[in-house]
């Protein structure tokens, strides 16, 4: 048996490389083995790379929510808007069930949800600062530091009017005077005038609020933005999630209520836009090579710099404005007085002298403004729609910014930002018990007495029907009376900013959703069956669901992509299997003549097949091996080099600014495999012609 089978080699061997057919077949065998070597192993390696992200950023291995909710859970959002969750009215009930299984090391609360806050305009920053001295003023007294500041903020403020009067002036040679309304006008006029300022401080918050009301509105360059935050335990995800890192400021006190927003989100909505727009060239220069001269977008950022500039001239008062001029002068060269002229000629930049210009704004302008709209330690209000359809507010303080470590630039990942669970439950429309304690405090104050739900009619219709009353609401459920409770905030009598939280009163609420860290990730499945399970023998109706479906859209990108590559590898093999079929068949009636030499002097019909089927897995085995090395080359280059990530939304998929992929046994062994059956399925058909061919047949014919 040995012999034979070295026979069938030795005639395999001899017939490699002496047909142009089998070198055809060979090429083919080759190429296919290269592709998916390299497009498994980019796969496998951007899959792991974006479950690093996922997983490291906010979902963890897996991910537990209400059974009863009407949509799937999407960390990231999904189309439309947040997803219809169910809430778990109490952490505090499911995270011991969680945390009793062996391969579970740590279970973080937390919810999402989306709302629309606005970022003011310039005026309306300038105004509320000003508002703020002389509240401390009217608390403290007046000191020189608060009057020069006091004095020095009414200057801004007046300048900030001259120059609505001087685009007032431009706007009636332009459109006619129908740029604003007479009351506008009025406005201005009014504001202009030396009798308001000089009344001012006779009725400093009156006249405050006619700026704020009537002046302010008539500056367009506020923003609403759509910001997305999670809720949760701060203390326990920092802890968790070691990826995360504060960049900015500091981590919010420990049980105290506040917000850490993403570095992302702060850079890009809430920096002065001129600022950002210099950012993001010095980025695309530096990191992806572009430059000014050659890439549209570039050149368009230059250009709203240059165009638009009154964001900065509205920020600077009469000393900085006059700092500004100076510095700009000696910087160009230029005797021009006029700030707005000499920021457009400063912003005219070039591939030349960008990297001169986007160091001196920083050196020498940045200095003189305010660079964010939101500084660190302000508060910022939020309003959103509880869970019942009313909308709620919350003042929250911004403590820092942070970022997760090689994901930087990623818009997906820097869109979420943090927020302690009070303040979430607040907005979500849970009935904490600091709301409890108001509604308490409202109802004394407002003479009513609370009735259940259950007496309500006859409390409203019967005898008693006279007298105040408001119904009873059920603690640690969605409140629909906070739409009753608009002066519940003046009511409160502690600074809830200031209080401190117990680690019970902070688990014990709503949640909409808990983070599970496995101790071993590579037992996900086996964990989620038997969490499952255990949720259903505590009388739990929980879902679990792995880190990729908890991702939605984002999490199926990687296994839709592998679908397409598979399906791809399916269609070039059916067409390589017709090629080498068709080859082979050539190849058997080109050895019509040997291979009835060969029956006529003894050869079995069984060494026939052999021989032609050693022959092509020899072919699958020898350019397949070169395909799996050539692929092991390339991929061992691009995993030292790496594949950078050319736009934000490849951050997130690469795990930070390039991919760096490597090659498994995996990859090679299903390369092989899927060679050689579709090498050894081809060949069965021509083997079994060979088989067919007699010895007379072969000396009846010329070929």
């Known amino acids: 048996m040995g012999g034979h089978f070295r026979l069938l080699l030795q005639v395999a061997f001899r017939n490699l490389f002496t047909s142009k057919i089998n070198l055809l077949i060979g090429g083919i065998i080759f190429l296919g083995t290269l592709l998916v070597v390299v497009g498994g192993a980019l796969l496998d390696s951007m899959d792991s790379a974006m479950s690093r992200s996922i997983i490291g950023s906010v979902a963890g291995h897996l991910q537990v929510y209400s059974d009863e909710s009407k949509d799937e859970l999407g960390l990231f959002g999904n189309m439309g808007g947040e997803p219809d969750l169910a809430a778990v009215d109490d952490f505090s009930r499911i995270k011991p069930v969680l945390e009793k299984h062996p391969n579970v090391k740590t279970v973080v609360p937390m919810g999402t949800n989306g709302a629309l806050i606005t970022s003011g305009n310039t005026v309306d920053l300038t105004l509320a600062r000003l508002r703020d001295l002389y509240k401390k003023r009217a608390e403290g007294g007046e000191t020189p530091a608060v009057r020069e500041n006091i004095d020095s903020l009414k200057a801004h403020v007046r300048q900030m009017v001259a120059l609505m009067e001087e685009e007032l002036a431009k706007s009636r040679?332009?459109?006619?005077?129908?740029?604003?309304?007479?009351?506008?006008?009025?406005?201005?006029?009014?504001?202009r005038s030396e009798a308001f300022w000089n009344g001012f401080e006779q009725d400093p918050f009156g006249s405050l609020e006619f700026l704020e009301n009537r002046i302010a509105p008539q500056i367009p360059d506020g923003d609403m933005l759509y910001i997305r935050y999670a809720g949760t335990d701060l203390d326990t995800f920092q802890n968790t999630f070691d990826r995360m890192e504060v960049v900015d400021g500091q981590p919010v006190p420990h049980g105290q209520r506040g917000m850490l927003l993403s570095k992302f989100f702060y850079e890009e909505y809430?920096?002065?836009?001129?600022?950002?727009?210099?950012?993001?060239?010095?980025?695309?220069?530096?990191?992806?090579?572009?430059?000014?001269?050659?890439?549209?977008?570039?050149?368009?950022?230059?250009?709203?710099?240059?165009?638009?500039?009154?964001?900065?001239?509205?920020?600077?008062?009469p000393i900085k404005t006059r700092l500004a001029v100076e510095r700009l002068q000696k910087l160009l060269g230029s005797q021009e007085p006029k700030l707005d002229k000499l920021l457009s000629s400063f912003f005219t930049t070039d591939d030349a002298n960008f990297s001169t210009r986007y160091a001196q704004f920083y050196a020498e302008l940045a200095p003189l403004l305010e660079l964010y709209r939101l500084r660190l330690g302000d508060s910022l209000t939020i309003s959103a729609f509880t869970r019942s359809g009313y909308v709620q507010s919350v003042n929250v303080k911004v403590y820092g910014t942070y970022q997760f470590k090689g994901l930087e630039k990623s818009a997906l990942a820097g869109a979420l930002n943090l927020m302690d669970l009070m303040s979430f439950r607040d907005l979500y429309g849970y009935l904490t018990a600091d709301k409890k304690a108001e509604l308490i405090e409202l109802q004394k104050q407002s003479g009513v007495k609370a009735v259940a739900r259950e007496n309500a009619e006859e409390a409203l219709f019967g005898e008693e029907s006279g007298n105040n009353l408001v119904a009873d609401a059920t603690p640690g459920l969605i409140n629909d009376q906070d739409s009753l409770s608009g002066a519940m905030d003046s009511l409160r009598r502690d600074d809830l900013t200031k209080r401190v939280y117990s680690q019970a009163e902070i688990e014990q609420g709503v949640v909409l959703s808990s983070a599970v860290i496995l101790k071993d990730p590579e037992k996900l499945q086996q964990t989620m069956a038997e969490l499952k399970q255990s949720a259903q023998d505590a009388g739990l109706k929980l879902r679990v669901v792995s880190w990729q479906q908890a991702a939605g859209l984002i999490g199926q990108f990687v296994m839709m992509a592998k679908l397409v590559l598979y399906a791809a590898v399916f269609i070039i093999f059916v067409v390589v299997l017709v090629i080498i079929n068709n080859a082979m068949m050539m190849a058997t009636l080109q050895r019509v003549r040997e291979v009835g030499t060969m029956r006529a002097i003894g050869a079995q019909r069984s060494f026939v097949l052999g021989m032609v089927l050693v022959e092509t897995l020899l072919l699958g085995l020898v350019f397949g091996a070169g395909g799996?090395?050539?692929?092991?080359?390339?991929?061992?280059a691009l995993g030292s080099v790496g594949i950078p990530a050319g736009n934000e939304a490849l951050y997130f998929f690469f795990s930070g600014p390039r991919l760096y992929p490597s090659l498994s046994a995996g990859n090679l062994i299903a390369a092989f495999i899927i060679v050689m059956v579709v090498s050894a399925i081809s060949t069965l058909y021509p083997a079994f012609l060979a088989t067919r061919v007699s010895p007379l047949q072969a000396m009846q014919t010329d070929e």
């Open 173 to 191: 040679e332009l459109l006619s005077d129908s740029a604003r309304t007479p009351e506008e006008h009025e406005a201005i006029a009014r504001a």
């Open 270 to 317: 809430l920096k002065l836009k001129t600022a950002r727009r210099l950012d993001l060239i010095q980025q695309e220069r530096d990191l992806n090579k572009k430059t000014i001269a050659t890439d549209p977008q570039l050149q368009r950022w230059v250009k709203e710099n240059q165009t638009q500039t009154r964001e900065i001239v509205y920020q600077l008062d």
């Open 628 to 636: 799996a090395l050539v692929g092991s080359g390339i991929m061992a």
